[in-house]
């Protein structure tokens, strides 16, 4: 009985602090942003690429079959690994949050209603906090030696809103601010 209150207590703690940061995530926005051509071409895709290997179970693997292995070695490289994988998804999340924010910029600018546009954005900022969430629990399931972390799906939708962001700014657009 006092272990289904405990495991009750933990997953609405933890359902309410996802929500929190759902919520703070949707919630943010920054003062300026440079939106040009040459600054959406920056946020490129590439800088998230040792990401797909960085918790990669076959580097484990390789390492217990290794002389001098123990558990702590293990333990202290699952933990470095960790901090380095949250490092890029602090990245992932600012970056796709700047290029939420350009896009309300450029909709709020446009000459044209797009509220197909607004919901898409809506609703890709709610899917990527939840990933990003998600991503976050799993990284300390990692840490634990449980499972490994794919934060591909985040890249994609990363990338599809940049990519849609460049169709709307043309190559000589002054930046916003």
């Known amino acids: 009985m006092i272990a289904g209150i405990l495991v009750s207590s933990f997953t609405l703690g933890g359902l ?15 003062s300026t942003l440079p939106v040009t051509a040459q600054w959406i071409s920056e946020l490129s895709t590439d800088r998230y690429r040792p990401m797909a290997r960085l918790l990669d179970a076959s580097d484990i693997e390789f390492m217990r079959l290794q002389p001098g292995y123990t558990r702590k070695l293990e333990a202290k490289l699952r933990a470095e ?16 949050g700047r290029v939420c924010l350009a896009l309300k910029l450029v909709l709020a600018h ?16 709610v899917m990527f906090a939840s990933g990003l969430v998600g991503a976050h629990f799993r990284v300390v ?28 700014v043309p190559a000589e657009m002054p930046s916003f601010a």
């Open 141 to 168: 399931l990692y840490r634990l030696g449980v499972c490994t972390v794919d934060a591909a799906d985040l890249v994609k939708m990363f990338d599809a809103m940049r990519g849609e962001l460049r169709t709307l």
């Open 16 to 30: 309410a602090l996802a929500a929190t940061l759902l919520f703070r995530r949707l919630g943010a926005t920054a």
């Open 81 to 96: 690994r960790c901090r380095i994988f949250r490092g890029y998804l602090a990245c992932l999340d600012q970056d796709f």
């Open 110 to 125: 446009s000459q044209q209603d797009r509220p197909d546009l607004a919901a898409a954005l809506i609703q890709n900022q």
